[in-house]
């Protein structure tokens, strides 16, 4: 080697892209939901539409064990049906919450276990005539938790996995009755920017009480019945 450096010029050299990522994804989604009554009594069912916007950002660190995830999603719903034997149409307002930590041995399949709130706001107005103005209003909140199961194709810094799985499995809690419901989303990425994805929510089964005495009207019979039981539907995802 030469003994002097004094001539030499130093070589730039780009910084590497670091493993640690944090992704965000903005959701939209529409689909077909039906509202049953639960207790078997058969005191309503109600089928219609739903509208969904949510943000879910992902902490991950490809080729670390842990990823942080949060699922955020305001949703409005609306349909119509029989209470009781009568016809009512139903506008629904509710939003939820999830946390949830995954051990992600490999960069494409995380598992691990969340919890949540969520909150349901429902409005019944009879369609018959002769109601005049008549309409009732309910909400009802309560916890969630269980469990999640993520797994998409390889993939690596700047460039997501084709396509991926998103399946999970909780509980909700209302003041009366709570239910365990299983949600499934499949999805395809064409790039960082861009996704479609299908969905199904569905409840497995429902626990607790309502009677007559539990409720005090239409809307409050929804609200306290935990009562969506199947959502069909499909959206589309925005990176960034």
Do not use: C
Not at 79 to 85: D, Q, T, V, Y
Not at 149 to 163: I, Q, V
Not at 173 to 202: C, H, K, P, W
């Amino acid at each position: 080697p030469p003994d002097s450096t004094a001539g030499e010029e130093p070589i730039a050299v780009p910084p590497g892209r670091g493993l640690g990522q944090t992704e965000w994804d903005l959701l939209l989604d529409v689909g077909y939901a039906h509202w049953a009554d639960p207790t078997g009594q058969g005191l309503y069912d109600v089928a219609g539409g739903t509208v969904a916007i949510g943000v879910r950002p992902e902490f991950r660190g490809v080729g670390r064990w842990v990823t942080v995830w949060l699922d955020l999603k305001a949703a409005m719903g609306i349909g119509s049906g029989n209470f009781a034997g009568g016809n009512e149409s139903v506008l629904s307002f509710g939003g939820q919450g999830h946390l949830g930590v995954d051990v992600q041995p490999w960069t494409f399949v995380g598992v691990g276990p969340f919890v949540g709130y969520r909150l349901d706001h429902f409005s019944v107005t009879p369609t018959g005539d002769g109601n005049g103005n008549q309409s009732w209003d309910a909400t009802d909140n309560g916890p969630e938790f269980g469990g999640h199961l993520r797994l998409r194709t390889r993939d690596r810094p700047g460039r997501p996995g084709l396509l991926y799985l998103d399946a999970e499995i909780s509980s909700r809690n209302g003041s009366a009755m709570s239910g365990v419901y299983q949600r499934d989303e499949i999805g395809l990425r064409t790039s960082r920017a861009f996704g479609l994805y299908l969905m199904a929510d569905i409840r497995l089964s429902a626990s607790g009480t309502a009677t007559p005495g539990t409720f005090s009207d239409p809307a409050d019979l929804l609200a306290k019945t935990m009562p969506s039981q199947t959502q069909l539907g499909g959206g589309v995802l925005w990176g960034f």
